[in-house]
């Protein structure tokens, strides 16, 4: 199959190596741009620093506190970040291999509320209230934006003419914002029809929900929220 890949980079070249690796022919149509910020993170300690992304992660490798950071225990929402934050200088992680829901209930099983607050590095944008849920665990948390997700504003042209030739089997979508995204590109170069004709590959309901609600008919969505479950959904088409 030819796969169009949204999801942002540096990911997106790594989910098309994957794709590459199956058999598949990868285009890389990434719909978000991401960009770190240096996170007022507040004074130390911390009890334990908390990420839901690969990309905050990335963000503690450029911190001005990175050293201070990095000295904490990480709890991270699945093996994709834990893997980013080792690379950023963690030597303490424990991932929740799930989603935000796995890594509340990971750390309200490991960690007692204390005098330390928890450190949450979060994305501009958030689909769940982390800080939220662990508050209401008695836990005190302080949220900093770590790196936002900015909407690009148009789909790469190897992309657009794959689309408009029908030769775009399949589209893989890792959030329900890089959906959104997608469908409001696929609009403006008026390929939505076309688009919506593929097969979508989805790794959050939330996603699916969206392209159903645009006319998508041909929607699946991972059974586990993580890359190797959306491909093992692709190698079962």
């Known amino acids: 199959m030819r796969i169009l890949v949204t999801r942002p980079e540096p990911d997106a070249e790594r ?11 990868a285009v890389l ?28 992660a990335r963000a503690v490798a450029t ?8 000295r904490r225990p990480a709890f991270t929402v699945g ?23 796995a890594l509340i209930a990971l750390v309200a099983s490991r960690l007692t509320p204390g005098t330390a607050p928890l450190l949450y590095l979060a994305g501009a944008e958030r689909a769940a209230d982390v800080a939220g849920a662990l508050r209401a665990h008695g836990f005190t948390v302080h949220s900093a934006v770590a790196y936002r997700a900015a ?35 696929a609009q403006g170069v008026a390929l939505l029809d076309k688009s919506l004709n593929c097969q979508h590959y989805c790794l959050s309901s939330g996603g699916a929900a969206k392209l159903r609600a645009a006319g998508a008919s041909r929607v699946a969505v991972a059974a586990q929220p993580d890359e190797a479950a959306l491909l093992d959904l692709v190698g079962r088409a």
């Open 15 to 25: 989910t098309a190596q994957a794709l590459r690796a199956r058999g598949h022919d």
């Open 151 to 185: 909407a690009l504003t148009a789909l790469p042209s190897d992309a657009v003419a794959a689309l408009g030739a029908g030769r775009i089997d399949a589209v893989l979508h890792f959030s329900a914002r890089t959906v959104a995204v997608f469908l409001d590109l």
């Open 79 to 101: 093996d994709r970040s834990a893997e980013a934050a080792r690379a950023a200088g963690f030597t303490e992680v424990t991932s929740a291999k799930g989603d935000a829901e």
């Open 63 to 70: 911190h001005s506190q990175r050293d201070e950071i990095i």
């Open 29 to 56: 149509a990434p719909v978000l741009r991401i960009e770190t910020l240096d996170a007022d993170v507040g004074a130390p300690p911390w009890a334990a620093v908390l990420m839901t992304s690969a990309n905050a």
